[in-house]
């Protein structure tokens, strides 16, 4: 599935590229969009294999602030 997720913080190219490839280390993880202007990431999984939680998770461990749409961290899409 593919879900959008809002990103906090991001300031630069740099920051662009740690939001994507935080987001692409996540097991499950096919494609990776950032929209840094949009303060906005777009993302493909698998969801047999990961959750919009984790992929928030991992992107926030990156030292953006990350939140799912369309749902809580841990939520049932
Ligand atoms: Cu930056």
């Known amino acids: 599935m593919t879900k959008s997720f809002t990103v906090k913080g991001m300031t630069c190219g740099n920051c662009e590229r740690h939001v994507r490839e ?26 047999s294999v990961t959750n919009a939680g984790a992929i928030a998770a991992a992107i926030t461990d990156a030292g953006y602030d990350t939140t799912p749409h369309g749902g809580g961290a841990t939520g049932h899409w």
Request: glycine share 8%; no cysteine.
């Open 22 to 47: 935080a987001a692409e280390k996540v097991a499950g993880v096919t494609s990776v969009t950032v929209d840094r202007p949009g303060e906005k990431a777009t993302v493909s999984f698998d969801e």
